[in-house]
């Protein structure tokens, strides 16, 4: 079957939710107040497009191309990046809830997360290096093996993990929230 492309179009308040869409490839399209909750999202491509004040929460991105893509206040909760398609694998995350999503093994390289909701989300061994994360709840996130290098954490809140299991050189922190690399002491810190 034929891949059919959409380019340079908008797509708006559209409903796919609960729906499967397959074999398409959408190049510099805007998606805006679109419904993708449980849809099944699998063997598409997504080429710089942005999608604004949409819903994706417990989508299926198996084998998805999503390759340089701005998501603006959206709901991405319980997404699995990790079974997307790796290849030039690039997106950016502006005032979205990631709450419960998991990026095992990402490359995630200069990824800004601005004004996110990060609760609960698996970065074990994702590639952070100068990632941003901007006003960021890091709420139970889990960095295992993650690579931070450069990574700026200086206005997230609430991050907990070990700088030993991680690689974190020049990556930056707030004094208010080092406490959060130091929990495995078990220290009383006022």
């Keep these: ?7 340079g179009k ?15 490839e959408f190049f510099n399209c805007d998606f805006v107040n679109c419904n993708f909750s449980k849809s099944d999202l699998g063997n598409n491509d997504f080429i710089d497009c942005n999608f604004k004040n949409c819903n994706f929460s417990l989508a299926t991105l198996r084998n998805t191309g ?5 998501f603006t206040d959206c709901k991405l909760m319980g997404l699995d990046f990790s079974y997307s398609n790796a290849f030039l694998f690039s997106m950016n995350f502006q005032g979205c809830i ?5 990026f095992l093994q990402r490359k995630l390289k200069k990824t800004n ?3 996110c909701s990060l609760k609960d989300v698996d970065f074990s061994e994702a590639d952070l290096t100068q990632a941003v994360f901007k006003n960021c ?25 070990d700088p030993e299991d991680n690689r974190v050189k020049n990556a930056k922190f707030s004094r208010l929230e080092l406490a959060g690399l ?5 220290l009383d810190i006022e």
């Design 113 to 115: 997360f601005f004004d």
């Design 182 to 186: 130091l929990e495995k002491f078990n």
């Design 137 to 161: 709840d890091l709420s139970n996130a889990t960095f295992v093996r993650s690579i931070l290098e450069k990574a700026d954490f200086r206005t997230a809140k609430n991050y907990s993990f």
């Design 1 to 7: 079957m034929d891949t059919l492309l959409h380019q």
């Design 66 to 70: 999503l390759k340089n893509i701005k």
């Design 10 to 24: 908008t797509f708006e308040n559209i409903d796919y939710s609960e729906k499967k869409l397959a074999d398409l």
């Design 98 to 102: 990631l709450d419960y999503s998991t």
